[in-house]
């Protein structure tokens, strides 16, 4: 069975297994990467990283996933020939898909030499000076971006529960993102290490027993019970995502031991309700078990 046929075969034996898109509940017809394929060099796309989705949800995010493939993939340390050409065709398609978004990561940036100096600065600190002085550049992360941001995020916390807890959700989620070199080195290391004490789990995923962790790696912890998963999670030198995300028996359950059950109502911002509630949604996910058929090589 050549490579084509044995992809699209093991795909239908994980739809059938996985029968609903782990975004909206709705019929799986067909699976997404998250992270997406287009952020990661030289093929090196994570294994066990691909889900149920329906057609809708995996098309509503596609020029999202070039946006976030593009700032994700910003290096200051690692800038090799294979990253600068991902980022050339990055960028040609968000200029050609989203042209507003390549406007606004340049509106109202300084062009004269004390204004980039002032917001080198304010941006990096003692280090913007020598990042100026090597021709790097900057960009505005305006509300355009952030909602492209933010909606990744948010599939990112929904595959994350769906492959550790074990579900879809129908739930919360509160998420915060943070640019590592914006931020200053106390903050990022109180922030990691307020990590690495409560998310015991790490989770450094490979492609063909490689390891990807200079590109995306995170830690974890979560009650498949009671329905809730934390994670923080590093691409490459830029963005560190930290998701909490809550089923709504486990956000009832967290403000009944609380002692605030009123509060519930004050989280509806956060609620992401599923549109669909097929018969046997609440069945444990994901189904990874079944065999799978090997490309066999033609002679």
Known sequence: MGQHKVKQYNREQYLEHNPFCCYCGAKAKTTDHIPNRAYFTQRGWPDGHEFPCCKQCNDETRIDELVVAFLLNLRLVDNSPQIEEMQIKLAHGIKNNAPEIVQEWGVDWPTSASGRKRAFREAFGEMGDEMRRQNFGMIDIGPLTKQRLNRFVTKLAKTLYYKHVGRILDGYIFPTWHNIYIDSQEVTQKRVKNALTFADNIEIPERNKKLTSDQFFYRYRCDPDQGWLFASVVFSEQ?????????????????????????????????????????????????????????????
């Open 239 to 299: 963005f560190m995502f930290d998701l909490c995300v809550v089923s709504e028996p486990g956000m009832d359950w967290i403000l009944q031991n609380a002692g605030r059950p009123e509060l519930k109502l004050d989280y509806e911002v956060d609620r992401f309700r599923l549109k669909f509630r097929p018969e046997g949604i609440d069945a444990k996910f994901p189904h990874t078990d079944f065999p799978r058929v090997k490309a066999t090589a033609r002679r």
